[in-house]
């Protein structure tokens, strides 16, 4: 598996990446389509959570090279991007990923570190309150025999699917579906190597990537008293699960499982003019900056809040956000706050003891 | 740093912090806008408190005290006992006001003897308006000064950081079973637009 916290340095290898996918498609679908997956009559659930435990595990147990195609589509519709890398990571440690036939352009940080805050012990017990997982056949992903583990909403449809190597339970191919069946984000091995039990060589280490401060629910009721919003959970069963600080904003994760959406919020007032770029729209009280990603970031004005969010999510999902911090023009403290403010300021120049 | 903006004022004013005061003071050091401003606020505040120390002009206050002159009798015309009180001191039958004149400093324009007398309602018209003009003026003053800084510079002006805002969101999806790749590459791979 792609090792949690991954951060990628800004770099080049943007042409590459244009260039690259479209050589790799048809490799990439020679490699995942020989044999797909078979739909099991009669899944079995505790049989896939606990896949999914091992492969959370697989990647401080495994060591492992390799090449990935990966893709996804904005939630926005339209945009997509697209890029094959190499894969390289350390059992228990790094991981390091560049955009093929580019220069090395990013070593990884390993687990960030950050307090878990949903219920439930981690990352699995998240997906398997939100859907229902289940073992729905075997397939083959670059030359590795593979169990297909399915999402399912509760309307039956899938969410997700994941293929998990039969001998490490490390993922090997991912995909994420809109309700309407589309693929929205997409991930496989093309090539792999696995190396259990092999230390690679110590990675370079992005000094970017130092973890910043994690926050506890303790912190998080602290600062809820000083006016930030931070909730505890977004409509459509979004779970906060992690916070943290990313300079002066707040880093809030939220996810079932699937939907992954980080909503930053910052004290201040959004200065309009520095956004260039971005489509506007009209939500309540405020405007609402966006641009289409992937993934879809969101900007906008909360009273004297700025909310940020990023996001590889549906569209409902957004509106969700918005519900929870909706938008709102800064308040200017009205005529008559000002008023007061201008009066407090001559008495204080007039004050004899100042 | 970010320029000082409304802070400028509360340096000048001595409002800050200690530790808020000296990270300012060495904003201001390095940075010739705000150190601009703050002479500038600093010369206004001067400025201000000379003006108290100002005597206004003998003209001017009997201008003033002319305002109050026209009219009706004082005291006033209707008593509570007519006939019982005896007049102030220093009053004679006929005039209108302490002292039978008018302070030795005026120098203001007066009727004439014989001309006619203006409406006193019109007096209080024109000192309903004045008032009111001069409320609209020390609102809009007050109004102005109370506000945010009009440099642009306002400290709580916020810049999402997009694209960290990214890379960060792609960390902290890393820890979760399906999330994918791609979330941690969009920030170094190109975007598609869609097709028209």
Redesign the interface.
Known sequence: ???????????T???S??AVPALAVPVLVGAIAVAPPAVAQDGDAPAAVDL?HR??AAPDTVSYSGT?F???WSAL???????V?D?AHRAGGATE?R?HGSRP??AI?E??G?AWLADGG???D??VRAYDVVLVGVATVAGRAAHVVE?RRPDGSAA?R?WLDTEFAL?LR?E?YDEAGAVR???AFVELKLHPAVTHPALRRDPD?VV?TSLRRTDLARMRDNGWSCPDELEGGLALY?A?W??D?V?L?Y?D??V?V?V?E??????PR?LHGYATREVGGGVVYS?????A?F?WSAG?W?V?V???APAETIDAVLAALPPEEPD??G?L??????????A???NPF? | MKHLGERV?ALV???LGHDDRDRALAHVMNCEQCRLEVERERAT?AA??RL?DVEPPASLVAALLALAEPGDPLPPERRPFPGTASPPVGWRAGETRPGGGRPDTFTGTRRPEGAPRLNPRHGRIQLAAGGVLSAGAL?L????????AASGS?P????????????????????????????????????????P
């Open positions: 598996m792609i090792g949690p916290s991954t951060v990628i340095r800004r770099g290898g943007s042409l990446a244009l999914l492969a959370m990935q990966v893709a996804a519709g339209g945009a997509s991007t697209s890029a890398v894969v990923v955009v352009m990013s940080d687990r960030s950050a981690g990352p699995v998240l997906l999402a997700a994941l993922p991912r994420i984000a997409a991930s990537s910043t992690q943290r990313v300079g904003a880093q994760s996810s499982g699937v992954t980080s930053f910052q004290e201040g007032r959004l200065d520095t641009t289409p990603g992937p993934p970031t900007t004297d700025v940020t990023v996001a590889d200017d403290r005529l706050g000002r008023i007061g403010k201008g009066a407090l300021r001559i204080s120049w007039f100042d | 004022t004013d001595d409002q505040k201000l408190r108290a609102t003053v007050l109004a102005t000064l109370g506000g945010p306002d709580a002006t916020v810049v999402p950081s997009v694209e960290r805002f990214a890379v960060e969101h792609g960390r902290s999806t890393g820890s979760l079973p399906f999330a994918d790749l791609a979330t941690v590459l969009v920030p170094v791979t190109s975007t598609v637009a869609p097709d």
